[in-house]
């Protein structure tokens, strides 16, 4: 079984900054892309940022110069360095990963993390 756990969320003022990270574990062979999304109340789940294995990435326009999505190999594990928080960026954070669970098995599956909450308020 493979669980992903976030961590990070808060309270912030507009402006400020949070750090979100996202741990695998469990039974894993590979990971290969991973990636943050976001949903805020009444709102459909969306794309935030991912980064392949590669360490290629990918962000919503929203939030382009503002967020970076960086990963650690060794820890199974990836961040989302957000800054220059807007009160738009409010929204439970999730996190994506797509991992090999197998050595014996060629495919891939989704999994996701329980979700962290994020407000920017003053």
């Known amino acids: 079984q493979v669980q992903l756990v976030e961590s990070g969320g808060g309270l912030v003022q507009p402006g400020g900054s949070l750090r979100l990270s996202c741990a695998a574990s469990g039974s894993i062979f590979s990971i290969n892309a991973m990636g943050w999304y976001r949903q805020a109340p009444g709102k459909q789940r969306e794309l935030v940022a991912t980064?392949?294995?590669?360490?290629?990435?990918n962000y919503a326009d929203s939030v382009k110069g503002r967020f970076t999505i960086s990963r650690d190999n060794a820890k199974n594990t990836v961040y989302l360095q957000m800054n220059s928080l807007k009160p738009e960026d409010t929204a439970v954070y999730y996190c994506?990963?797509?991992?090999?669970?197998?050595?014996?098995?060629?495919?891939?599956?989704?999994?996701w993390g329980q979700g962290t909450q994020v407000t920017v308020s003053s």
């Open positions: 994506k990963g797509v991992i090999v669970p197998s050595a014996r098995s060629p495919y891939q599956y989704q999994y």
């Open positions: 980064i392949t294995s590669g360490d290629s990435t």
